[in-house]
């Protein structure tokens, strides 16, 4: 059974700092594409970051040089280091996995978390 299972989230003034981690079960972790993603209200989805196998990792603009994304393979983890962290930061946080060796599709539920909630007010 795959499971992505975040946690970390919760309320932040701006300026803080929070670590969302996503631990993954029933996937040959290593081989992933991980990846956090982010939807605010009235929002579409949108990429905050991801991390290649090979620790290759890409982030979305409003994010750059704020956030930093790591994974552990041996804990079948993925890290999001938030600092400096804005109120346009709010959100829900979500993981993702891609397996770049698979041609078919891949936005099916087992490829997400649940999401956990970020908030950052003062």
């Known amino acids: 059974q795959v499971q992505l299972v975040e946690s970390g989230g919760g309320l932040v003034q701006p300026g803080g700092s929070l670590r969302l981690s996503c631990a993954a079960s029933?996937?040959?972790?290593?081989?992933?594409?991980m990846g956090w993603y982010r939807q605010a209200p009235g929002k579409q989805r949108e990429l905050v970051a991801t991390i290649t196998s090979g620790g290759s990792t890409n982030y979305g603009d409003s994010v750059k040089g704020r956030f930093t994304i790591s994974r552990d393979n041996a804990k079948k983890t993925v890290y999001l280091q938030m600092d400096s962290l804005k109120p346009e930061d709010t959100a829900v946080y979500y993981c993702?996995?891609?397996?770049?060796?698979?041609?078919?599709?891949?936005?099916?539920?087992?490829?997400w978390g649940q999401g956990t909630q970020v908030t950052v007010s003062s």
């Open positions: 029933g996937i040959i972790f290593s081989i992933h594409v």
């Open positions: 993702n996995r891609r397996n770049p060796y698979y041609s078919g599709s891949q936005s099916g539920p087992n490829y």
